[in-house]
């Protein structure tokens, strides 16, 4: 059973950093795509992050580029989002998502941590 | 960076109804357009991939189509499960957008 479970949300300061980890299991990790999506509060869903298989190909939203960054260790199948200089914007569920080798679609969620931003 | 509109924002119906969302692209997105639904405390639960194609595993009365830029969502025969937020998410030039969702809500 393919399981990613994330962590390492919390409450932090406008300005603060953190880092997420996203722990896989139950697949071969090192095959697949993944992405962070997230949630603010009483908003809809939106794409923050992509990490290629092989972590050569990395891709942001807009909103987030140049303070976060995706990587992964593949021999600890965990994928990670570093975050830096965050903004009360910021403050959501933020999802860990296996992206299918079939097409360009998200074929797998955790249940998500979340990122309170906040003084 | 591509921009997807989707609509309505909001929709409320019966049970046994059919109801219908868009989501339009900006430009062509070689039809790399997916269909999820949204239930509060889950995960999302992909049910349209490619456009048109079914998941395996979700009931037929679910259904998508279109191409280019233009693309629409379908269920039929609305059933009590089925009240939840529905996004679209497309895929281009290495990124992923979703749409704004659509809240369906019963009548």
Redesign the interface.
């Known amino acids: 059973e393919v399981q990613l479970v994330e962590s390492g949300g919390d409450l932090v300061q406008p300005g603060g950093s953190l880092r997420l980890s996203c722990a896989a299991s139950g697949f071969t990790f090192s095959s697949y795509w993944m992405?962070w999506?997230r949630q603010a509060p009483g908003k809809?869903?939106?794409?923050v992050s992509?990490i290629s298989s092989d972590e050569t190909?990395l891709?942001y939203?807009?909103s987030v580029r140049g303070r976060f960054t995706i990587s992964r260790d593949n021999a600890k199948n965990t994928v990670y989002l570093q975050m830096n200089s965050l903004r009360g914007e910021d403050t959501a569920v933020y999802?860990c998502v296996r992206e299918?080798t079939?097409?360009?679609?998200?074929?797998n969620?955790?249940?998500?941590t979340l990122v309170t931003v906040s003084s | 960076?591509i921009q997807m509109t989707q609509s309505p924002s909001s929709l409320s119906a019966s049970v046994g109804d059919s109801v219908t969302i868009t989501c339009q692209a900006s430009h062509d997105i070689n039809n790399?357009l997916?269909w999820?639904q949204?239930k509060p405390g889950e995960?999302?639960k992909?049910l349209i991939?490619?456009a048109s194609i079914l998941k395996a595993g979700v009931p037929s009365r679910f259904s998508g189509s279109g191409s280019g830029t233009d693309f629409s969502f379908t269920i039929s025969s609305l059933q009590p499960e089925d009240f939840a937020?529905y996004?679209c998410?497309q895929?281009d030039s290495?990124?992923?957008?979703?749409?704004?969702?659509t809240k369906l809500e019963i009548k």
Request: net charge negative.
């Open positions: 992405n999506v809809g869903l939106v794409w992509r190909t891709s939203a807009d999802f299918s079939a097409s360009y679609f998200f074929d969620w955790g249940q998500g | 960076d790399y997916n999820y949204h995960a999302p992909l991939y490619d937020t996004y998410l895929y290495l990124m992923f957008t979703f749409g704004q969702g």
